[in-house]
Every structure is written in C-alpha cells, then in structure tokens.
C-alpha cells in the first residue's frame, strides 16, 4: 500500500508541475496576478508530494519490502540501516527520485526567497523550473518507476552494489545532485531574463548566491567522488578521467566562469550575452551529465544502469530544454547591450581571460570525453582519447589561469592601472618563487619542469589573494563574507594546484609479493606484512592483513587493508589501508593470494594527497559565505543601480 | 552570420551526435567497445586450476580467439553455457574464460557441474583485465582475431544465432583450427 501512495503522490507532484510551468509562464506573459498566484502554491505542493514519494520509498528500503522490484533489488535483509536508506540512491531509479526531490527543494528556496524580485519574473523563473521538473516526473514515472512491484516475492533481496556500501558515496549523491540540481535556478534565472527581455545588474545580484551556492555543492559532491575512489577502488588514484567523473567536473568548470562572469554582470553591466551563455552551458553540461551517466552511451567504470530507451527520451528532454533556451538566446541577447567599457589591464579583462580559459579546460574535458561518441557518428571506429589527453591539455589551459588569477586580483574595476600594485605583483611573485623552490628542491628534490612551476603558481595564487584581505584587517576595515568568501576559495584553488603537483611527481608506489615477516622499502619508509587475519562483517566477510610502515627502522604507522566478499553479490572488494599523517598518506591495498602464505601487496606513500580534497573544503567553504553576504539579502528594489557604490566596492 | 545563432547550431550538431549514439547503443549488443579494431589490451593472469600457468595476451597471438567473460554469481551466463558448450564441440576457434570477480572453488564446481567449454580460463578476481577491456556486465564475448585486435564484442548471453552470424563470419575461411 505505501509504494502505490508514493506512486500516487508523484503522479499528482507531475499534476502540480504542470500548473507550475503554465501558470508560471503565461501568468506572467498576461501581466495576470491571480494566474501569478497559484505558482507558489504549486511549488510547496510538488515539495510536500515529491517529499512523501522518498519517504515511501525510505520505509519500504527500511521495512525491508521486496515486493518492490527497486527494494528488492539493491537492498538485503543483511544491509546495515544506514544503507538500506541510502539505497535509496543506489540505482538509477531512485537516483531520478532523489534529482526530482532536490530540485523540488532548490524550486522552493527560490519560492520563498523571491518575494523581494518582481512578480512576473518570479513566477517566470518558477515556471521554467516546473517544466524542468515535469520532465524529470515524466521520466521517471514513464521509463524508470521505483515503485514497481514483483511477483513472485523474492525471500530476500540480490544487495546494494558494494561499491556503494561506503560512507562517502552514501552521501556524494545527494551533495553532487545539489550542485547538478542547483545550476537549474541559474538556468531558469537566465531563461526568466531573457523571456522578460531585460537583464540588468540586479539579475545579476539575484543570480549569483544561488549559482554559488550549487556551486559549492558541487565542488564537495565532486570532492568526495575523487576521496572515495581513493580508498575503495584500490588503485590509489584519485582521479581517473573517467567519463562520470568528467561529467561532474565539465559544469563545475562552466560554473566557476559562471561565478566570475556574474561579477562583472553585477559590477559593471558587461558580458550580460555571454553571462546567459554560460548559465544555459552550466546547466545543460549537468543534464548532458545525466544523459552519459544514464545512458549507457559511454562505457565507463561506473557504469551501473543503463538502457537506451531512457537514453532517447534524456535526449529529447536534452534538445526541448536546451535546444529552447538557446533558440530563445538567439533570439534575444543580441538586444543586450553592455555600454560600460574598459581597459586592458582592468579587472573585467581578467575575468575575462579567465572565463576564456576556464571555458577551453572545460572544452578540453567535453572533447576527451565524447571522443568515442563523435567518431562513431562519423562512422570512424570507436576511440577513446585515454588519460594522456587530459593530463597534457588540462594545464596548458589552467597554469596560464593561475599566472592571471594572481595577477588579476590587484586589479580594480574599469582602469587598467596595474602599475600602481608593482610593489604587490613583485612581491607576491618572489614570495611564491623563494618559498616554491624552497618546498620543491629542499623538501622532494627536482621532479620534471612542470612541478616546480606549479607550485610557485600554486604559492602566488595564495599569496596575491592574501594582500587585500590582510590589508583590510590592517587598516581596521570590515571584511565583507564576499571577500572572505572569494579570499578562501581562492586559497582552496592554490593548495589544490600545489597537492596535485606534489602527488604526481612525489608518489612512491610498488607492487610486490610479499609473505609474512617480508619488507619492502619505499625511500625512507618500509612497509612489513605482518600477518593475515579473517574478518567478519555484516553482510560480507573476508581477510585483513595487518601491515607496519616504519621509517628509519621504527615503526610509525600500522596499516590495515582489508579485502572483502559480499555474500549476496559475491563479489570482492578491496578497502586500503590508509595512515594519514599531516604531509602524506601511508597506503596499502590487499590484493591477490598467490598462495603459500603470499599476498600481493599495493604500497604507495602519497605526498600531500589530503590537500587535495581539503582545498575542494575551502572552495565549498569560501562558496558558501560569500553565497552568505548581507548585500544579498538586502531587499533592494531592482532599478535601483548605483554605480558609484559598485566601483566602490572591489570584491567580487 | 548571427553569432548568437552558433550555440544553438553547435547544440543539434551534438545532439546528431548523441542521437547516433543513443541508436547505436541497442546494437549495443555490438557495443562499440572502445577497442573495436584495436590491440587487445594487455594482460597476464593466472589461469584456472593450474596455479603455476599465466596467460599472457602474446600467447594468444598468431589465431583468432574469443574470450567470455562469466561469473558463478552471474544468471544469464548459467543460460549461454549449453550456447558455450555447442561452440567448444564445434572446436573452431578456442575459446578462453575470463572468470570475472569470482572464487576460484565456486568456478571449479560450476565447471566440474555443468562442463568446460573452454581451453583455458583466466581469473580476474580484482576485475582490472575486465575494466581494461570496457566490460560492461557478465556475459560478455570479444573476438580477438590473428594479429590481437579486438573485431567484435557482444553483450548478453551467446546465442547459437550470434555465433554464427557475428562470431563465425568473422572467422578467416580455411581449415578448422585445433
């Protein structure tokens, strides 16, 4: 009885995004209040409908109900609680239920942080919000029903995928969905703009904390994505350029041109055409997300679910909400005009070049990644670009990105006088090169050219953005949480390029056989396979071997890698071991018996790889409070633009 | 030409692109595997019940061979083994295992219980050789031909039909292999 009165609920929510979407959108195109006023309504209602369908479908996961064919067939009466609720997300059903329920959620922020914008386009922005919803309800309800019931009843159910039985991917979901999800209210700000034909600073200030804040979700989904393949798929990378992988990064990469385009829109009245670009990219790189994760297109490690008749309706929704907005954008932003100019030195250059380079990392990853796909379209055989793609373009674009960020956020607004912040430049950029080459040579030693270099740029991104925060602290000035906000993730940007930098070149890592008492030395350290021991879990069992890491000859760490086998799936995993100290991780992942009391072992000692997700931490954070300013709460009415005031102010 | 019109023409030249892919993929059965008409991607693993044989890609090499990778774990290779075992009587072209993230006492007993249909098989119990090679789901069969490239991969159980209309057409004509 519950699963139906989850399905019921999100036949009616489908009802109620429809109202959304109409009366949204042509309430707003007849100037007609009473339409208007059904939309808010609308909304709370599609949170409360779509909430009760999750809550459905959580108590038939927890009840342990595998009548249900979902229930049944990513759960086990074994699963620990924790997991059977997180299952909920552990396919590719209630994956779409759980994208619907945290749009619904954005959808409702946006209602009840409107009421300060102006009426008609609210209900605009809601009703291209009810029609991404519909889509998705549609979706799920034709193609991919959770609630489906079996018959016969299976006595129990066939496991949650073990790979996904881990704390970190329980949670990176939801988080990378906020983000993905989160970028649909930027989107449907710029629809809502361009169908109202008018696109002023004010957007721009309604626009950025909601693009910032998705933004800062999807840095942390994305973050816990990479930490989680750390630990759990035992290769000890952290980053494999695999498809999924790159369809998160592709709209955080347009989201961050996004973020700073948005400055300059708000600032300055400028790039307001290329602003809208970025907004509809930002989101439609999110549903082209979707599209290759759910599709089966594209073949990759992640690969859970995949079926092609939900690939062509992704598609057709993909061309409907895409192909609309960006018809509705060749229509309409050739009418924005930007009149505000400025020179080349001034900081909209810089966002520019920025947004120039953070667009060309983004095409480089959109190419890598559909390679195969386009040259199968041209009937070419099947390619795939590999990892060597990656690594030799990414930083062609984004170590000139670095130079300009350092550089560019001495910059005022409009007037290129840099000269006037040599003392600044120079400064910063001989702090960042005595104490990189310091770090690099005295610490690790000489690797290839391209780690000094990044890690002198990676210093100078953070020296250069600590001049002004200091600067105001000095002079007893307040420190706005933009600022605060812009200052950390910018840190965050300069730790992550250092981490990345020393991880690639200073990692030390050997695979050997070794049998109980055996050593094998990595540098200084030497890992020794003490013994092995049975294990004994809730719904696997296995073996952890008990390794000790000594340096010098003294023991520092004891590493404990487990290898598990889960009953139900019957299938192995491994868990590394894992001793993180403050400047490396101390790794070791179990591998086969090769017999004879011999284990082939993974060892790998991992400079620095912490900083890598602690960065992702201080972008989300710096995300989160300049999301959190007072200016944006401030209830300004939108003609209100005081040029003066904005020059005045030099955060971003 | 409008330059405001260029993201909406580059859109549907994607979405050309996304189409044929979307098409392409229920043939996914023949799911163009990145590999197709590629080397087969290295590998070297220790073959079922003799614990001191590896197999290496290179040992293969010089005759065509098709690998299948299954899984005690696994239902719908349960359903192709009689298909598998018809291929092995016919005996025109080896057919290896890939025993994918399996025990190798559960293989054993499978094989000892419903019969061998291959000439060798290789365990992979971490599933590297199975990522290297995209596989996607078990069963999965690859045709590797004489100089190592893979010409063929078909997801989903062996048919009698996909045998002979993707498999042996792709066999050079000439006598029968050993």
């Known amino acids: 009885m519950i699963p139906e009165l989850g399905q019921f609920a ?5 009802v109620l995004s429809g109202a959304q979407t109409f009366f949204g959108l042509a309430g707003a195109a007849r100037r007609d209040e009473r339409w208007q006023a059904v939309v808010r309504p609308a909304v709370a209602g599609q949170f409360v409908l779509i909430s009760t369908a999750i809550a459905a479908l959580v108590s038939a996961f927890v009840n342990f109900d595998f009548s249900v064919l979902y229930v049944a067939s990513n ?47 609210a209900s605009r922005v809601m009703g291209v919000l009810g029609f991404v919803s519909m889509g998705f309800l549609i979706f799920t309800l034709a193609t991919s029903n959770p609630f489906e019931r079996i018959l016969p009843v299976p006595a129990d159910g066939r496991d949650l995928n073990p790979v996904l039985q881990d704390p970190a991917l329980a949670i990176h979901p939801p988080l990378l969905y906020m983000g993905y999800v989160g970028f649909a209210v930027a989107f449907a700000f710029a629809c809502a703009a361009m169908l109202e034909g008018k696109l002023d600073q004010a957007w721009a200030r309604w626009t950025r904390p909601w693009t910032t804040l998705a933004w800062a979700f999807l840095s942390v989904g994305i973050a816990l ?8 798929l035992g290769w000890g990378g952290y980053w494999f350029w695999d498809p999924v992988e790159n369809a998160s990064f592709m709209p955080w990469l347009v989201g961050t041109a996004l973020i700073h385009s948005l400055a300059a829109t708000e600032k300055r009245g400028l790039f307001k055409s290329w602003t809208l670009l970025l907004a509809i990219l930002a989101f439609s790189l999110s549903l082209l997300g979707t599209f290759l994760v759910r599709s089966g297109v594209l073949v990759s490690v992640h690969s859970f679910a995949a079926d092609p008749t939900r690939g062509m309706f992704i598609l057709g929704f993909l061309v409907i909400v895409i192909g609309g907005a960006l018809t509705l954008y060749a229509w309409r932003a050739p009418l924005l005009k930007s009149t505000a100019g400025f020179d080349v030195g001034a900081r909209e250059a810089f966002l520019l070049y920025n947004n120039v380079l953070l667009v060309a990392a983004g095409a480089i990853v959109f190419i890598g990644t559909l390679a195969p796909l386009i040259a199968d379209a041209f009937g070419a055989p099947s390619i795939s670009v590999g990892t060597p793609w990656f690594t030799r373009l990414f930083p062609v674009a984004m170590l000139p990105l670095l130079a300009l960020v350092s550089i560019g956020i001495h910059a005022s607004w409009k007037q290129g006088r840099l000269a006037t912040q040599r003392s600044r430049l120079t400064l910063g950029l001989a702090i960042a090169i005595v104490v990189g080459l310091l770090v690099v040579f005295a610490a690790y030693g000489p690797g290839r050219w391209l780690t000094p270099v990044g890690v002198v740029l990676g210093i100078w991104v953070i020296v250069s953005s600590l001049f002004d925060p200091v600067d105001r602290l000095r002079r007893r000035l307040s420190l706005s949480r933009a600022i605060l906000g812009m200052t950390l993730a910018h840190i965050g940007l300069g730790v992550c390029v250092i981490a990345i930098a020393a991880v690639e070149t200073y990692t030390i890592e050997r695979d050997v056989a070794l049998a109980q008492g055996e050593s094998v030395a990595l540098g200084r350290y030497a890992y020794r396979f003490d013994s092995i021991e049975p294990l004994e879990g809730p719904n696997y069992d296995g073996v952890r071997a008990v390794v000790t890491v000594l340096r010098d000859g003294q023991p520092v760490a004891v590493l404990h890698p487990e290898k598990r086998n889960y009953w139900v799936q019957r ?28 284990w082939s072992v993974r060892a790998q000692i991992r400079p620095l790889i912490n900083y890598v997700w602690l960065a992702a931490g201080l972008m989300a954070l710096g995300g989160l409070l300049a999301a959190s300013d007072r200016r944006y709460k401030s209830k300004v009415p939108a003609t209100e633009t005081n040029p003066a005031a904005a020059a005045g102010v030099q955060a971003s | 030409m409008n330059r ?29 595997s990145a ?24 040992d293969l090499a010089g005759r065509p061979w098709v690998m299948n990778v299954w899984g005690t774990w696994c239902i719908a290779c349960r359903e192709e083994h009689a298909a598998l075992l018809d291929i092995a009587r016919e005996g025109r072209i080896p057919l290896i295992g890939l025993n994918w993230r399996d025990e190798d006492e559960a293989a054993q007993q499978w094989l000892a219980q419903l ?15 199975a ?20 010409q063929y991969r078909h997801v989903g159980p062996m048919t009698p039909e996909v045998w002979q209309r993707e498999f042996l057409s792709r066999l050079p004509r000439g006598p029968s292999l050993p």
């Open chain 2, 35 to 58: 590999l197709l008409g590629k080397p087969a991607p290295a590998f070297e693993l220790p073959v079922l019940g003799e614990p001191a044989r590896k197999l290496k890609l290179a």
């Open chain 2, 115 to 129: 019969g061998n249909p291959y000439s060798a098989v290789m365990i992979d119990r971490e599933g590297r050789t």
């Open chain 1, 10 to 14: 999100l036949i009616l929510a489908l």
């Open chain 1, 225 to 232: 994505g990479s930490w989680w393949a750390y630990y759990e």
């Open chain 1, 571 to 598: 299938s192995t995993l491994t868990e590394a071991g894992i001793h993180s100290r403050w400047n490396m991780d101390l790794f070791a992942a179990l591998g086969d018996d090769l017999g004879a009391g011999r």
């Open chain 2, 4 to 32: 405001f019109l260029l993201p909406i023409i580059a859109f549907f030249m994607l979405g050309a692109v996304l189409y044929i892919g979307v098409v392409h993929s229920p043939n996914k059965s023949t799911m163009a």
């Open chain 2, 131 to 150: 990522i290297d090679f995209g596989v996607y789901g078990a069963p999965e069969t690859f045709f590797v031909d004489a100089a190592g490239r893979v």
């Open chain 1, 75 to 121: 759960s086990n009466s074994a699963l620990p609680t924790f997991y059977r609720v997180a299952a909920l997300w552990g396919a590719h059903e209630g994956s779409l239920l759980l994208w619907a329920w945290i749009l619904s959620v954005w959808t409702l922020a946006v209602a009840i942080f409107s009421r300060h914008l102006p009426a008609s386009f």
